[in-house]
């Protein structure tokens, strides 16, 4: 397997797991970190041995934002022209869900990170903010979009613009995480919810990725008939005739994931 210097990437069976691993930096995301990350998830995501994701952090970060140390002599002409962060774009279009396994600080970019996977669960001691106001800027990723549509205008504004950090259990009420658990059991929480879903046919899972995420693109109208297509389009897997045959047999089904 590649050799990456800000991360580590394992296999867990049918799980992709990549831990962004400067602890020294609190996961700070530089441009290698974001690089290997990518690489590593798209690899993953080209599998066929892998059915979903986990991507996770230490105790202490999921990721404490951009490098801050890395950015801060930026100039305009430059990022634009290098389309500076557009990878990260990448990591949204992975076909395979995603499991974002959160404790510690997930703040700016790194609470952006987590909001382009598909699950997130936190540690009770996830804390989840968008600080970059404090920083003279604003967030780069997607943060101001996925937020507000997460939790709503309301606090997603008072949050971006005070920089104020919100704990597990809020960051759970407003609906930006699926479930809380505790801190010393996020990672095996997060692979056996990844081992779930991996276990499943893997074009249903791709189509109900895409299908749920199909909801915060279009209206809804043009969303059910997205999702009418693609349920059509179910009945040519094998898989399906094989979840079928097994509910009618009461016995478990064996996807061949094609
Ligand atoms: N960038 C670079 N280094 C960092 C970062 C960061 N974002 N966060 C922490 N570090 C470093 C510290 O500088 C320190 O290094 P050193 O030991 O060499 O001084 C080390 O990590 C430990 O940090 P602290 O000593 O500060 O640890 P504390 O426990 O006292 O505090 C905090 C933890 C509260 C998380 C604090 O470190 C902090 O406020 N960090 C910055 C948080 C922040 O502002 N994040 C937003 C960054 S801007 C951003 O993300 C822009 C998003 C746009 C695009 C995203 C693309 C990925």
Same mark, same amino acid.
């Given at each position: 397997m590649t050799e990456y210097e800000t991360i580590l990437v394992e296999r867990r069976g049918r799980v992709g797991l990549i831990t962004l691993n400067r602890p020294k930096a609190l996961n700070a995301l530089n441009t290698r970190l974001m690089t290997e990350v990518v690489a590593a998830a798209k690899d993953f995501d080209r599998?066929?041995?892998?059915g979903c994701l986990v991507i996770t952090g230490s105790e202490k970060a999921f990721a404490a934002g951009a490098d801050i140390k890395e950015m801060q002599d930026n100039r305009f002409p430059e990022v634009y022209l290098d389309d /500076?962060?557009?990878? /990260?774009d990448e990591l949204g279009r992975l076909r395979k869900p995603v499991v974002a396994a959160v404790a510690g600080y997930a703040l700016g970019g790194g609470c952006e990170l987590a909001m382009l996977c598909d699950i997130l669960l936190a540690a009770d001691t996830a804390q989840f903010g968008q600080p970059e106001i404090k920083l003279g800027v604003i967030p780069g990723i997607g943060g101001s979009q996925r937020l507000t549509r997460a939790i709503g205008k309301a606090k997603a504004m008072e949050l971006c613009l005070t920089g104020r950090m919100m704990g597990a259990e809020e960051a759970e009420r407003a609906g930006l995480v699926s479930r809380i658990v505790p801190a010393a059991d996020l990672l095996t929480e997060a692979l056996a919810t990844a081992e779930k879903v991996a276990a499943m046919s893997a074009p249903a899972a791709v189509m109900m990725k895409e299908s749920v995420n199909r909801a915060f693109e279009t209206t809804l109208a043009e969303g059910v008939r997205f999702e009418r297509r693609l349920f059509h389009a @179910?009945? @040519?897997?094998?898989d399906q005739k094989e979840g079928m045959a097994a509910f009618a047999e009461k016995r478990k089904p064996s996807f061949q994931n094609r």
């Open positions: 599998d066929p041995e892998i /500076w962060l557009g990878p /990260w @179910a009945f @040519a897997t094998a």
